[in-house]
């Protein structure tokens, strides 16, 4: 009862339940943030009253599971910026306009996550079905250069592309990326796979001078 009261008073004077963990009431010191944090353990156990749970339920914005609604917000947030930009690969520093949020930090972690196997198959559906979504940015920007590359040699019949040439549609910067890839093979960092797929091009040469 003194928790609950005390997590009232925190509720009336910030807004909201989501009480940091290590927060303690100024006048007392007592350790609410870690009493709130165990009354959602104890939920998840089992061993929370059903007259505790209704007690909680009654704060108009309690959540049992912090991680779950931080996800859930951030989902919205990148379908969001998917609707407004037409993909999602969100620049890794950029903030939602209204609340600063990080969601492109948030979608990094995200394909963190999946590369290391961490990601629900639930969470991995969800982002799989926003359109353009892509787990490798860096195999997708290569994918799309490689097909902007195949466009321009077989509209121009040669793959000399000039080094400030963008394409007309999308101002894609593709002599830059070209350039790119020729600096890549020469200090030895282009894979074998995608030495051969360059190397299909009829006409490619790695030493344009």
């Known amino acids: 009862q003194e928790g609950l009261e005390k997590l009232k008073a925190y509720q009336e004077e910030y807004g909201h339940t989501r009480v940091s963990r290590s927060y303690k009431t100024p006048g007392d010191n007592y350790n609410l943030g870690s009493w709130v944090s165990h009354r959602r353990q104890d939920y998840k156990k089992g061993t929370l009253s059903d ?20 996800y859930q917000s951030a989902l919205e947030k990148l379908k969001a910026y998917q609707e407004e ?17 990080n969601l492109g930090s948030w979608v990094r972690n995200r394909r963190r996550d999946y590369k290391k196997g961490t990601l629900s198959p639930n969470r991995i559906a969800d982002l799989e079905t926003l359109k353009g979504w892509v787990w490798d940015v860096l195999e997708a920007d290569y994918q799309e250069g490689l097909e902007k590359l195949k466009a321009y040699h077989k509209e121009h019949g ?3 592309v000039p080094q400030r040439h963008k394409t007309p549609n999308d101002n894609f910067n593709l002599g830059s990326w070209v350039g790119t890839k020729r600096k890549q093979y020469k200090g030895g960092k282009l894979s074998a796979e995608r030495v051969a797929d360059l190397e299909a091009l009829e006409g490619w040469v790695w030493s344009v001078k």
């Open 51 to 70: 007259e505790k749970i209704v007690d909680l339920e009654t704060f108009e914005d309690w959540v049992w599971d912090l991680l779950e609604v931080d």
């Open 85 to 101: 930009h037409g993909h999602t690969r969100v620049p890794q520093r950029h903030k939602t306009p209204n609340d600063n949020f």
């Open 158 to 160: 040669h793959t000399r």
